[in-house]
């Protein structure tokens, strides 16, 4: 990333801050002047090379109910006879998304004259798709859009089946209430990288739901979060493999690499492009977020990494990612928002929660103190306090979706639990629980985000040896399980109840999380109990 060190210190301390305050396919038509009586609510703009690999993904739309009009990208086309065409449908057709496959310059993009990201070391112009899903010329989007940045028929191959078998898979492993965090460091010392600790698990902490299960692999070897730095690379692919709904990554980042951990005895990279062939997610293909620079500079003539991750067989589902400098403040804006999208709100269609973020990212809300608190921090630290607006403007031309609008997020049903909402500890609690589906339920008592369930070590000294960075990552692994304790249960569809002891250590707020998986469904749910301190007698 080459913004400033400064630029990311921002960034983190905006999140620790606000988030602790508060918080479809028709029969396919090759040319733009058919349409049916329904009219289309696709636009496929389709490299005519790869037209023959998009039709499994056609036929998967069309089985959805999406009608699809499909542009042919001839090899003279530019973007602005692209736009045209995606112009001259939507206006008598109700367009809801567009689907661009082929890579840069098989589907040509826009460029985009950047303003306030250049003071950060930017390049002048910003690659974006947004330009083409705007239909109203104020940058802001009106659909939503994603793109299919392959080079060949052999990866649009792999990445239709890997949408596919995504949407289509039954839910056998507890991958959907994963988010799996991965985050880099300044290093500006002790109390720099706590702040930057906190920011990344309170990201996390505020945004998503008690029933989801989250994990941080954090680069600071101060961390609890951080395991043996010269094998932190191998967290990072682990975490990406076992499969998650989002696998998230906040920091500094390039076109083909991400950054580096920095230790007293050397550095070790965090992700770097030749780590792709080693991303083999058997089942839940994660989608992949990246809050950092250059991640989805998908213009550059060599693919940028989140292109090569969508591309490889078993690597994320899709990604979401900067073409070029990314900024603190905005950021961190259009951050809240997806999560807010996501997780608050449910959206059903990944594209839908880029558009939606984008939209709110740009509205003025009185009533959302968080956003208030985010706009007033920026204002008073910003190098350009007047811009703000441009900021996060700007934000919408940079971030892409560099997969399917389409993907239908895989979202739970619910879990209704009930029991006490208080109790002692060495108390014997029942938990009553309506489930939608009957399955294997996996049930645990858990400690609230960014909480232990033991007493970490604290680091004021680097131990390089063997068996020192060995215990990182023994302290790694016990700070990312929050249980203590675990049922396996089969569950009936309604009604049931089980019971837990509260062991006597027990403090303090603690969740029951409830995760069940049918023959063809699946179900979340939690339930918070205060543990309070027993009267002495």
């Known amino acids: ?81 692209i736009r ?146 010269r094998h932190f690379r191998d967290a990072t692919i682990e975490r990406m493999n076992e499969g998650s709904l989002l696998w998230i990554y906040i920091g500094h980042g390039q076109r083909r690499n991400l950054d580096l951990i920095r230790v007293p005895a050397g550095v070790a990279p965090i992700f770097q492009e030749h780590d792709v062939d080693k991303v083999a997610a058997e089942s839940g293909a ?19 990494l989140g292109e090569r991750l969508v591309a490889a067989e078993k690597g994320p589902v899709a990604a979401v990612c900067g073409s070029r400098v990314t900024m603190p403040y905005a950021m961190a804006v259009l951050g809240n928002e997806m999560l807010r999208e996501c997780f608050a709100n449910r959206q059903t269609r990944l594209g839908d929660v880029i558009l939606n973020a984008k939209r709110r990212s740009m509205e003025v809300d009185a009533n959302d103190g968080q956003r208030r608190l985010l706009d007033a921090l920026a204002k008073s630290i910003s190098p350009h306090p007047e811009k703000i607006a441009d900021e996060r403007k700007e934000h919408l031309w940079l971030f892409n979706l560099l997969g399917d609008p389409l993907l239908q997020i895989r979202h739970p049903r619910q879990v209704e639990i009930s029991g006490a909402k208080a109790a ?27 909480r232990f369930t033991f007493d970490p070590p604290t680091r004021s000294e680097f131990d390089a040896s063997d068996a020192g960075m060995a215990s990182m990552t023994d302290t790694y692994r016990l700070a990312n399980q929050d249980s203590w304790l675990r049922q396996d249960l089969d569950v009936a569809a309604g009604g049931n109840s089980t019971k837990i002891k509260l062991a006597d250590h027990i403090r303090g707020p603690t969740f029951v999380r409830i995760f069940v998986t049918g023959e063809s469904d699946f179900a979340m749910g939690s339930h918070q109990i205060y543990v309070r301190r027993r009267p002495k007698e």
């Open 1 to 81: 990333m080459s913004s400033s060190w400064l630029s990311y210190l921002r960034f983190f301390t905006l999140c620790v801050v606000v988030q602790l305050m508060a918080w479809p396919c028709g029969s396919a038509a090759d040319t733009a002047s058919a349409k049916n009586e329904d009219g289309y609510n696709v636009i496929a703009v389709c490299s005519q090379q790869l037209r023959t690999s998009l039709e499994p993904w056609l036929q998967h739309r069309s089985e959805q109910g999406y009608r699809t009009m499909v542009v042919p990208a001839t090899p003279n086309a530019n973007a602005k006879n």
């Open 84 to 229: 045209d065409s995606i112009r001259q449908i939507a206006a008598s057709n109700p367009v809801e998304s567009i689907v661009l496959v082929g890579d840069v310059p098989l589907v040509p993009t826009h460029f985009e004259k950047a303003v306030v990201n250049v003071s950060w070391g930017s390049e002048p112009e910003i690659a974006s798709d947004n330009w083409f899903a705007d239909l109203d010329d104020d940058a802001i989007p009106d659909v939503a859009i994603g793109r299919l940045s392959v080079d060949n028929s052999v990866e649009l191959d792999r990445v239709v089946n890997k949408i596919i078998r995504y949407e289509n898979e039954p839910i056998s492993r507890p991958w959907p209430r994963r988010v799996n965090l991965v985050a880099g460091v300044g290093g500006f010392g002790a109390i720099a990288d706590k702040i930057l600790e906190n920011a990344t698990r309170s990201f996390i902490t505020k945004g998503i739901p008690a029933e989801y299960r989250t994990s941080t692999t954090y680069a600071s070897w101060r961390s609890p979060y951080c395991p043996d730095p």
């Open 286 to 304: 994660p989608i992949a977020v990246f809050l950092s620079c250059y991640a989805g500079a998908f213009d550059e003539a060599n693919d940028c």
């Open 424 to 450: 002692f500890p060495g108390d014997e609690v029942t938990i009553d629980f309506d489930c939608p589906c009957h399955g294997k339920a996996i049930i645990e008592l858990t400690c609230p985000r960014g």
